[in-house]
């Protein structure tokens, strides 16, 4: 993950030799070891680490460790230490997921953690996870991942959290299911006799009963108010008076007895504790490089012998740690001290940590030390790294912390800038960062005789200072593309192209890539995909085989848009042979690969294939999906229980499908929402049809864009609904019908075969319901012309028996007569004529098949009649009519026999 691992957050705290044991937490704790979450949550002090330090030694479990900080609130960085602790007890676990976040773009977190957690699932032992000072992180990303585990916890992990308060999980739903153990303060405090113990056999006082109990009610069983107060005590003669002086709030008790502990040492021992304070890991150098002292390393294992607040971090006792709530005190005592040493001392460290290639450690200390220069030099050699990592949340965060006009002399800074902020979704401020690097690049090309402007000008990275040019015309082509500006795009992925060289695959594969959405988003499709796959090319050439993977969704995308589906079938099988070729088990984008095959086999009726690619993609896990996978799965799945007429959990996939969208830049040309809609019509819900047609502002008159052709076209079926449900609104078809001419010659003109198919099929709905059966023929033998030689079959059959009627028509005539006939035969069919007319003496009107589906929903009788605006006297004649017909008494019956018949 090209992210450093100090392998001493993974290491798990040995509890001391001498150490109060606490028997009746360690049962209680014990006893929720079938549970899924235990909370070890009170304020610094009260022992928690100790605690589970010594539970996990003693429980018979294997246990895995993180220790977090600050740093760790990073999803990626966090992410990468996650995996790293579950490795030190399970060799190789989350191999996979590492190696798949090397090079790509970071999957929502679900679907990382999906990938996880089912490696969890395999692992054939119970275990613990212990995060230890949870509290450290500030990231709503972090929490929700941390939800969403602990929602599909598998039953061989236990995770344990320690923090300093309630860490944002959803404690109350997990407290309510039995699924949660907690310790707190009030928990967590020493007993009298744990105090007892604690004061004599671990800080060797010789206080008598009386002295011990004052001191457990001073510090009302506060672990590390007790062990200051033993330190303060040490070597002391007035232990009564102490003691009964021994009084106020806990800040005031750490301060007071901090005070008295420092005063209590040698000088270079109390200025070692105090310029040390600055750092959140110690050892033995890094310290002398801190405080200009030698003998570091002996000092700090003088301090832990001493019972001074110092954590060891590893076996061998090379690193360090301060208890937290003592290093706040020493850095309050700092500040008051040697406030103007403070910034000399991270400069120091930040010096070391540069040294020692740990660039997060040494950027950190320079904005600490208000270096700014120093930082941006770090950030401007760090961000290559970052950029491959993903990093752009905390490099955003370093650089709003410097000042904008040192950033404003530094070309390539101002571009990373651009680029942190582009990531982020901060579009506003992106064009001015661009500027500032571009009007360096024109000043010189303008006045290349005058140097005396370079002494102003700032340049750590020669070589991405030489291809700056590209980089700021890719990002503003990206920017560009996510405005919606279309001819920006095209024009600065054209700049792109013209500047640099043809050897550099990377930045041209971009360009084109932008410039191909940009096409494809307009609706030029040929266009789109030629330029496109240039771009998928170059990036190949370049050897970033998964994004050409990833392109492959896009092609796949614009060639079903075109009605050439048996080129799609062939982009994607040669996207998994291309991804076979790599030799990993699963690359990531293989499993969008086999939910866009499903959708072909579904789209041929091959029913049983399409799901079954579904299941594949399903059992590789989300992890080698891209993003989208999840509400691309579920909207394949909800067309294949809509082939199944199960409209009310192919909606339920849809509401899934919507909740998980995560948009990119391929342009949207299908939204959930119309989706749902042609459900809801089917489902004879017409009324949340026209709804959503207010609420979108679509208007038959409205001029017409590729992006909201679908769109356009399931308005023109809500009008026709409209007008079918008995309102005979004569303005409601011809509205339609105006409205698909348009769509049809837009369509038409810009080879979207897809589209120009299903309009043709609605507009053959609609002369039939005008009742000119010639037009209907006509639009219908057009379609059949365009469609047969790709194999579509669902287009057809999902209209239902409209269609079905219209068919045999077509068959009797003659027109398209062996497609027709295969179609019919997937509405089940025996010689151009259905089962339903078989088995039925009398077929259902069309009025009766209206009421039928209303009969299926949840819909009482007068809601029925409401819906279809007839009377209710009327409903009953047409229910009546309906169980004469199809020989039943009741409406459960009714529908039973209906979907024996396919009349769905």
Excluded at 35 to 42: D, P
Excluded at 180 to 191: C, G, M, N, S, V
Excluded at 788 to 799: K, L, T
Excluded at 809 to 825: N, W
């Amino acid at each position: 993950m090209n992210i450093p691992i100090i392998k001493t957050k993974l290491y798990i705290p040995v509890p001391r030799p001498n150490s109060v044991q606490r028997p009746r937490l360690i049962e209680q704790l014990n006893a929720g070891l079938d549970r899924k979450l235990t909370l070890l949550a009170a304020s610094a002090g009260f022992g928690k680490t100790a605690l589970a330090s010594e539970w996990v030694a003693g429980c018979g479990r294997p246990v895995a460790w993180l220790s977090l900080d600050e740093g760790d609130s990073d999803l990626l960085r966090f992410l990468a230490y996650f995996i790293a602790a579950l490795q030190t007890m399970e060799e190789g676990f989350g191999a996979e997921v590492s190696e798949s976040l090397k090079t790509q773009k970071l999957p929502p977190i679900e679907s990382t953690l999906t990938a996880l957690l089912n490696e969890i699932s395999n692992i054939p032992y119970s275990f613990m996870l212990v995060l230890d000072d949870y509290h450290v992180i500030e990231s709503k990303e972090i929490d929700s991942a941390m939800s969403f585990l602990l929602e599909y916890l598998p039953p061989q992990m236990h995770l344990v959290i320690a923090a300093r308060e309630n860490p944002q999980l959803p404690l109350a739903r997990l407290r309510a299911r039995g699924h949660l153990t907690e310790l707190r303060a009030a928990d967590l405090r020493f007993t009298h006799s744990e105090t007892a113990l604690f004061l004599e056999g671990m800080m060797g006082l010789g206080l008598n009963a009386d002295e011990i109990s004052a001191l457990e009610s001073r510090t009302e069983g506060w672990v590390t108010g007790l062990q200051l107060a033993a330190l303060s005590i040490q070597g002391r003669t007035d232990i009564p008076a102490f003691i009964q002086e021994f009084a106020g709030d806990n800040r005031y008790i750490v301060d007071y007895l901090v005070e008295e502990v420092l005063q209590l040492q040698p000088d270079h021992v109390r200025s070692f504790l105090l310029q040390t304070s600055i750092l959140e890991r110690l050892n033995g150098p890094l310290c002398d490089a801190v405080t200009g002292q030698n003998g570091g390393i002996t000092l700090l294992e003088t301090l832990e012998r001493g019972n001074f607040f110092v954590v060891p971090l590893d076996e061998k006792r090379q690193w360090y740690r301060y208890h937290h709530l003592f290093a706040e005190v020493l850095y309050v005592f700092l500040k008051e001290e040697q406030a103007d040493e403070i910034a000399a001392l991270h400069g120091r460290a930040s010096a070391w940590y540069e040294a020692h290639g740990m660039a997060a450690e040494a950027i950190r200390h320079a904005l600490s030390a208000k270096d700014f220069a120093r930082a941006a030099n770090l950030l401007e050699l760090a961000w290559g790294d970052m950029r491959r990592n993903r990093q752009e949340a905390a490099m955003l965060a370093w650089l709003k912390a410097i000042p904008e006009e040192l950033i404003r002399d530094r070309p390539v800074l101002s571009v990373v800038y651009a680029w942190a902020l582009l990531s982020g979704g901060e579009l506003a401020a992106v064009e001015k960062h661009l500027k500032d690097a571009e009007r360096w690049l024109e000043t010189i090309e303008a006045d290349e005789k005058n140097n005396s402007f370079l002494d102003k000008m700032v340049v750590i990275d020669k070589e991405e200072f030489r291809d700056l040019l590209g980089s700021i015309a890719v990002y503003r082509a990206a920017k560009a593309l996510a405005l919606g500006d279309i001819p920006a795009v095209i024009k600065d992925s054209q700049r792109v192209l013209d500047l640099v060289p043809e050897t550099d695959y990377l930045r041209r594969g971009a360009a084109a890539g932008l410039m191909g959405l940009a096409f494809w988003t307009i609706g030029e499709l040929e266009t789109a995909h030629r330029i496109y796959a240039e771009g998928m090319a170059d990036l190949h050439q370049a050897g970033n085989v998964s994004d050409v993977i990833g392109g492959a969704l896009a092609l796949a995308d614009i060639r079903i848009a075109q009605g050439k589906l048996h080129q799609t079938m062939r982009i994607y099988e040669r996207s998994l042979q291309l991804a076979a070729e790599q030799g990993e088990p699963a690359m990531r984008g293989t499993a969008d690969m086999y939910v866009g095959m499903s959708e072909l086999c579904r789209e041929r009726n091959e029913q049983q294939q399409a799901e079954q690619h579904l299941l594949k993609s399903k059992e590789q896990g989300e992890h080698t999906g891209f993003p989208q996978n999840r509400y691309r799965w579920r909207v394949a799945m909800a067309r294949i229980r809509e082939a199944e007429g199960k409209l009310d959990d192919a909606m339920e996939l849809l509401n899934d499908a919507e909740h998980t969208y995560v948009s990119d830049f391929f342009p949207n040309v299908r939204p959930i929402a119309a989706l749902k809609v042609r459900i809801w019509l089917k489902q004879g819900r017409l009324n949340q049809a026209l709804d959503w047609v207010q609420e979108t502002g679509l208007s038959s008159s409205d001029s017409l864009s590729y992006l909201r052709e679908f769109e356009h076209i399931t308005l023109a079926r809500v009008l026709l609904a409209r007008y079918k449900s008995g309102r005979k609104e004569q303005h409601s078809l011809q509205e339609a019908i105006g409205l698909l001419n348009r769509l049809y010659e837009a369509a038409e003109e810009g080879g979207r075969i897809g589209s120009t198919i299903e309009i043709l099929i609605v507009q053959a709905l609609a002369h039939q319901l005008e009742g000119n059966l010639s037009d209907a023929l006509m639009m219908l033998g057009r379609a059949l012309d365009l469609a047969e030689p790709e194999g579509y079959v669902r287009i057809f059959v999902d209209e239902g028996s409209s269609m079905m009627a219209l068919l045999e028509a077509a068959v009797k005539m003659e027109i398209s007569q062996t497609y027709g006939s295969r179609l019919l035969a997937a509405f089940g069919r025996k010689e151009g004529l259905s089962t339903a007319s078989q088995s039925l003496g009398e077929p259902l009107s069309e009025r009766e098949l209206d009421v039928l589906k209303l009969l299926r929903t949840d819909m009482s009788g007068p809601d029925i009649a409401r819906e279809l605006i007839i009377s209710l006297n009327t409903m009953r004649t047409h229910t009546k009519n309906i169980y004469s017909k199809l020989e039943v008494n009741n409406r459960r019956a009714a529908i039973r026999r209906a979907e024996e018949l396919g009349l769905f």
